[in-house]
């Protein structure tokens, strides 16, 4: 069986964000998979990602971070529940909070590897512990606050 990334699954009218929507040509177009109990998404950055000469712009790490966080937390959100993914009713999350650690310069050249820890599962909120690390060696950290929205507003 094929495993369908956790933003393929998001409904077609909400997959437009710049950093994991399969519909945004000039996005990241990020993709978030299980592994075990945690969850995985890789990222190579391109050239213009450029913070300083042979480094990773922070901003760009961050935004990974805020997309593997919110589509780690609707993943975690179907399996408490025992659900498949994109089933029926849809289970939607927005970052609430956003948190990043920068420890090291992250070198531009190495696919960047994401890794996410799900920290909290409730009804209504998810929270997601993260690293990010180019050559095996973890450049920053981040953590997600997700809600879920009301299904009147998704
Ligand atoms: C831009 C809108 C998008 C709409 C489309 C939605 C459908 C999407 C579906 C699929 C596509 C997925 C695309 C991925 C998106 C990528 C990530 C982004 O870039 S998202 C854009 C940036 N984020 C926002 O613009 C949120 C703006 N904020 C809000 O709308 C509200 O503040 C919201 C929904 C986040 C919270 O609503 P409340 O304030 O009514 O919720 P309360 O009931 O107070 O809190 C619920 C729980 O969350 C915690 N919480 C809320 N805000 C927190 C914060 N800032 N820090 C820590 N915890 C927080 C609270 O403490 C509470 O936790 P306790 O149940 O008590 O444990």
């Known amino acids: 069986m094929t495993e369908i990334a956790f933003q393929d699954a998001y409904p077609e009218d909400l997959s437009h964000c710049y950093g994991c929507g399969r519909h945004n040509p000039q996005g990241h177009q990020l993709k978030s998979f299980w592994d075990g109990e945690e969850t995985v998404a890789e990222f190579q950055p391109e050239p213009q990602h450029t913070a ?5 712009y922070g901003g760009l790490i961050a935004s990974l971070i805020d997309c593997h966080g919110t589509g780690s937390a609707s993943a975690a959100a179907y ?76």
């Open 52 to 56: 300083v000469p042979g480094f990773v």
């Open 79 to 154: 399996r408490a529940e025992g659900r498949a993914l994109g089933s029926e009713p849809p289970l939607r999350f927005v970052t609430a909070s956003l948190h990043v650690d920068f420890l090291r310069p992250t070198p531009l050249g190495p696919v960047l590897k994401l890794r996410g820890t799900i920290e909290e599962v409730k009804e209504r909120k998810v929270v997601v512990a993260m690293t990010v690390s180019a050559n095996d060696q973890v450049c920053a950290t981040g953590r997600v606050v997700a809600v879920r929205l009301p299904a009147a507003m998704a």
